[in-house]
């Protein structure tokens, strides 16, 4: 199935941007960013390149888990401003053609919720059957809680009804009961809100917990419990049929391929792809690109309308919990050798510079690598200039240190004193005197300008958002990934070098299948012209070494 590329799938060139309200820039000085901080910082975002902005929870909230634990799904935390603030950040986003969309957190909810308030008082309250309750004592459940230094059951006990609560993460988060019609409604009545004021789309958190909800739930039971999302994306396209559902799937991709929908397509548009990720992680702990090769050729096909979300970093820990055990020590041993570094056993709770000792050439590569891969580019906070962890923060909370705006007095995120920021800058090297936007954007040199161009170069590069082919092009060299995604009449060509060592590549043009014989290349990076000799391409790589390339007929392709 061919789509136009004029179709409404505007994710498919999409440069998604993932920022934290509070810890990005506060415009009234109490220590907490807002969203008079971020409608200031749009420009920024629209002069960096993305075109689409992922806030992460806004919601009212007791903030022990960092936003996720909401008391109320339509409401703007008060620490953070109100819905006008809210409007104005979305009108301003979307007059510089930025997308907007937020996180749809259908799961659970904060203990703390009216729902979950009310559902406690009694077995027969209207509310009871929101969530999800058993009367006997559950069996050992220490395997499936998603923070094991935290809980040790997914159950726990409410004293004042004798009657155990299911949750999958902290047990002040109960699970909603999504089998019940009268949650699946309410669902569906959030996300229409939030469409009317302008938003574009949802990250849909913790999917396939959402979906194993409604098998253990009780009440109006679908037939799949995949029928369940699919109401969701029928109402979503009929409200506003531009807008878009990401999905936080970390699961093997046959199982993520249900998940899109399969061969209808007609379940989440979008989902990170996790296993491609930890596999680059492999790959780049061992200067050896088969690990990412071996992903990528794994990956199912998909429906024209559904799309990978490529990415490095997030929000989370970095997981590692689809490596082997061997492979996952690999990783810990190249970018967190100290415990301190790690989190759950599972993962790591670094950024990128850091775990690369810095070194500008290999996290330049890193993220070229990641951009050039067939799907969307996602990048979180702060990776556009470099910034580092907080290893002393709480768990996750390492990667949620304020942004970095200047050197001056808290990194320019906030006026307040030091001792009242919701949460304290990155230390050692890579604190605001040594990392920050001001310095960057005036560089030319810097990982900003950098990140800049690349940006730029992807969102001049259709092919890598809307081909529906991918081609491991043959080369002899275990530390080099070379890779073309073909459109129609031209292709685009992505080759990296992942070890130290420079390396000379010989390509076969002939692997790649257009309407027109290739006849010109280009350097997308240094809009240099490339003479290829013979239907082939020999390209030197550096150490830490990468070429995009265009390839097709002259009147297809800029020609210097």
């Known amino acids: 199935m061919r789509i136009s590329k004029t179709s409404d799938l505007w994710?498919?060139?999409?440069?998604?941007?993932?920022?934290?309200?509070?810890?990005?820039?506060?415009?009234?000085?109490?220590?907490?960013?807002?969203?008079?901080?971020?409608?200031?910082?749009?420009?920024?975002?629209?002069?960096?390149?993305?075109?689409?902005?992922?806030?992460?929870?806004?919601?009212?909230?007791?903030?022990?888990d960092d936003g996720y634990d909401v008391m109320d799904f339509y409401g703007v935390d008060s620490r953070l401003g109100n819905h006008g603030q809210l409007v104005e950040v979305i009108r301003t986003a979307h007059d510089r053609g930025i997308r907007v969309i937020i996180d749809l957190v259908i799961n659970h909810t904060s203990d703390r919720h009216p729902w979950f308030r009310a559902a406690r008082r009694s077995t027969e309250n209207p509310f009871r059957d929101y969530y999800v309750w058993r009367d006997t004592e559950p069996p050992d459940t220490?395997?499936?809680?998603?923070?094991?230094?935290?809980?040790d059951s997914i159950w726990t006990k409410d004293e004042p009804t004798g009657q155990w609560y299911l949750?999958?993460?902290?047990?002040?988060?109960?699970?909603?009961?999504?089998?019940?019609?009268?949650?699946?409604?309410?669902?569906?009545?959030?996300?229409?809100?939030?469409?009317?004021?302008?938003?574009?789309?949802?990250r849909v958190d913790a999917v396939p917990f959402f979906i194993e909800d409604i098998e253990r739930g009780s009440g109006d039971l679908p037939?799949?419990?995949?029928?369940?999302?699919?109401?969701?994306?029928?109402?979503?396209?009929?409200?506003?049929?531009?807008?878009?559902?990401?999905?936080?799937?970390?699961?093997?991709y046959e199982e993520q391929l249900t998940y899109f929908g399969g061969d209808h397509g007609d379940q989440l548009q979008m989902q990170f792809d996790f296993v491609g990720m930890q596999a680059t992680y492999l790959a780049l702990a061992r200067s050896d690109a088969t690990p990412l090769a071996e992903a990528l050729q794994q990956r199912p096909a998909l429906h024209a309308t559904s799309q990978w979300a490529n990415f490095l970093r997030n929000h989370d820990e970095l997981t590692l919990d689809k490596l082997s055990e061997q492979e996952r020590q690999e990783v810990f041993a190249a970018f967190g050798?100290?415990?301190?570094?790690?989190l759950y056993d599972r993962g790591l709770k670094r950024r990128l510079p850091p775990m690369l000792a810095g070194d500008p050439r290999r996290i330049r590569m890193a993220y070229s690598l990641m951009f050039s891969l067939p799907g969307t580019p996602t990048i979180y906070y702060g990776e556009e200039i470099g910034m580092g962890e907080d290893l002393a923060a709480e768990g996750r909370m390492a990667v949620r240190t304020p942004m970095q705006w200047s050197d001056g007095p808290n990194g320019g995120f906030s006026s307040a004193p030091a001792r009242r920021l919701v949460q304290r800058l990155a230390p050692d090297g890579y604190s605001p005197e040594h990392v920050n936007v001001a310095d960057q954007v005036r560089d030319p040199d810097s990982l900003w300008t950098f990140m800049r161009t690349l940006i730029a170069a992807r969102r001049e590069c259709p092919e890598l958002?809307?081909?529906?082919?991918?081609?491991?092009?043959?080369q002899p060299h275990r530390q080099v990934l070379a890779h073309c995604c073909p459109g129609t009449e031209t292709a685009v060509i992505a080759v990296h070098n992942l070890a130290a060592e420079p390396v000379t590549v010989d390509l076969d043009l002939a692997e790649i299948e257009l309407e027109h014989p290739v006849e010109h290349?280009?350097?997308?990076?240094?809009?240099?012209?490339?003479?290829p000799s013979d239907g082939r391409l020999e390209?030197?790589?550096?150490?830490?070494?990468?070429?995009?390339?265009?390839?097709?007929?002259?009147d297809r392709i800029a020609v210097p």
């Open 337 to 342: 050798p100290e415990k301190s570094m790690q």
């Open 167 to 202: 949750h999958h993460f902290y047990r002040h988060q109960p699970d909603l009961n999504t089998a019940h019609p009268a949650v699946r409604e309410e669902i569906l009545r959030v996300i229409g809100f939030w469409l009317e004021l302008g938003i574009d789309g949802f």
């Open 521 to 531: 290349v280009v350097d997308l990076l240094s809009h240099e012209a490339v003479d």
């Open 11 to 64: 994710w498919k060139s999409a440069i998604v941007y993932c920022l934290d309200i509070e810890t990005y820039s506060d415009a009234d000085g109490d220590g907490t960013g807002d969203l008079a901080g971020l409608s200031r910082r749009i420009d920024y975002l629209a002069r960096l390149g993305v075109n689409c902005l992922w806030l992460m929870p806004f919601f009212p909230t007791p903030d022990r």
């Open 223 to 252: 037939r799949d419990p995949h029928d369940v999302l699919r109401e969701i994306r029928a109402f979503l396209s009929r409200r506003k049929g531009s807008a878009v559902l990401l999905g936080e799937v970390n699961l093997p």
């Open 465 to 474: 958002g809307w081909s529906s082919e991918f081609v491991l092009m043959k």
């Open 142 to 151: 220490s395997d499936k809680v998603v923070f094991p230094d935290q809980e």
């Open 539 to 554: 390209l030197t790589l550096d150490g830490f070494g990468y070429r995009w390339l265009r390839v097709g007929p002259p």
